[in-house]
């Protein structure tokens, strides 16, 4: 499994940024999918994600109104539409995955198998 995250960069406050992670070496419509991130001196924190079976959406609530996650199973990839970005949305963001996490651990870190590398975003005032 690979996934293989994109679209971060240097944005100005109030801007939008949209992130892609492209996922290979598994059957993508049948993976719970998540975006993560993770700050300087700061824990990994979970930003949105999709259940295994799509559909319904979860996202932090520091996020909620400003983030949109999407998939396109056809394509195996995986969507953060960011607007609105704020300074404290600098971070690192990866882009995770796993076969079995339920919805009550979509939010957790330690429960998805397959992670990204990362792209960065950088909110400038």
């Known amino acids: 499994v690979q996934l293989q995250a994109s679209g971060g960069g240097l944005v100005q406050a109030g801007g939008s940024l949209r992130l892609s992670c492209a996922a290979s070496g598994l059957t993508f419509s049948r993976y719970a999918m998540g975006w993560f991130r993770q700050a300087p001196g700061k824990e990994r924190e979970f930003v949105a994600g999709?259940?295994?079976?799509?559909?319904?959406?979860y996202y932090a609530d520091s996020v909620k109104g400003r983030f949109t996650i999407s998939r396109d199973n056809a394509k195996s990839t995986l969507y953060l539409q960011m607007n609105s970005l704020k300074l404290e949305d600098t971070a690192v963001y990866y882009c995770?995955?796993?076969?079995?996490?339920?919805?009550?651990?979509?939010?957790?870190?330690?429960?998805?198998?397959?992670w990204g590398q990362g792209t960065q975003v950088t909110v400038s005032s």
């Open positions: 995770a995955a796993d076969a079995s996490v339920i919805m009550s651990g979509l939010g957790s870190a330690k429960n998805y198998d397959y």
């Open positions: 999709f259940k295994r079976s799509g559909g319904n959406t």
